[in-house]
């Protein structure tokens, strides 16, 4: 593997705007959550994080079940619930897990507690009034590693995954791991991009023109291996967006990321 330096892979000093975004998010996922019926704190698991948010949409519609970023060590769900919002006006349920941060868990235990809660959502989706199976798994940043690790997973039928890390090779040896906490072998076998095969799901992997040249090329290279492997995969460079607000272009109604969405999800 090549050399990595810190300052490739990190996205805060890359955006110092991050924190008035991060601080936005959180006063709309707030303001979200008060106008609109969740069904908050969903036991999946024994850990005080291992909880789940549901805001049912029509019965009839999928669900999309998303995971946040923070390089698997910061936020909260509840700072990213206005993510749904977009959905919510198409009638789409959607869910929101947590999961136990680094280093307080390994990059093994945090995908095995995403399979968890995916396992406990497909369990329990009809107690909450939602009749259809389907399930798309959503993710930002470190979130579109673990959506991308739920592919092939009952139920689903696509994953959408924006500004995502897919091999985490390059992570192992950069200041993230000082927290993470990943020798070669587990960021090996937690990367997607190294075990990619065909699934049955359809993948879309959205990106921001002004990020990192390291995100941008995790996924165009991920996107590339699936295509080769004969995977349902297509790609969207979304234009003047960073690594933050180009997750605005799913929040949004009108976002592009949302409405790329939206046209797959009318093909199946």
């Known amino acids: 593997m090549p050399m990595h330096n810190d300052k490739d892979w990190d996205n805060r000093k ?12 959180k006063e709309h ?3 979200f959550s008060r106008s609109v019926n969740f069904s908050m704190d969903k036991v999946y698991g024994p850990r005080p994080r291992n909880r789940i948010d549901i805001l049912p949409g029509k019965p009839s519609q999928p669900t999309v079940f998303h995971i ?3 390089y698997w060590q910061w936020n909260n769900k509840e700072d990213y619930l206005c993510v749904g919002e977009g959905l919510h006006r198409h009638g789409i349920n959607t869910a929101f897990i947590e999961h136990t941060l680094a280093p307080n868990a390994t990059m093994d235990d945090i995908v095995s507690e995403i399979h968890a809660g995916l396992s406990w959502f497909r369990q329990h989706r009809q107690e909450l009034g939602i009749e259809n199976p389907d399930i798309i798994v959503s993710g930002h940043s470190s979130g579109g590693h673990l959506a991308a690790m739920c592919q092939g997973e009952p139920d689903v039928i696509g994953t959408l995954l924006i500004s995502g890390i ?6 192992s040896h950069i200041y993230v791991n000082d927290i993470v906490g990943m020798d070669n072998e587990m960021s090996i076998r937690n990367s997607p991009a190294l075990f990619a095969k065909r699934y049955d799901n359809f993948s879309l ?5 002004l990020e ?8 165009r290279l991920y996107h590339q291996k699936l295509f080769v492997d004969g995977m349902d995969t297509s790609i969207l460079s979304v234009n003047y967006k960073g690594h933050f607000d180009v997750l605005d272009e799913f929040t949004n109604s009108e976002g592009a ?7 797959r999800l009318k093909l199946i």
């Open 14 to 25: 890359a955006f110092p705007d991050c924190q008035s975004w991060y601080a936005k998010y």
């Open 29 to 31: 996922s707030l303001a």
């Open 68 to 70: 946040h970023g923070g």
């Open 166 to 171: 897919f091999d985490l090779r390059p992570i």
């Open 205 to 209: 992997i959205a990106y921001g023109d």
């Open 212 to 219: 990192l040249d390291s995100f941008k090329s995790q996924s």
């Open 257 to 263: 990321i949302l409405e790329a969405l939206i046209d």
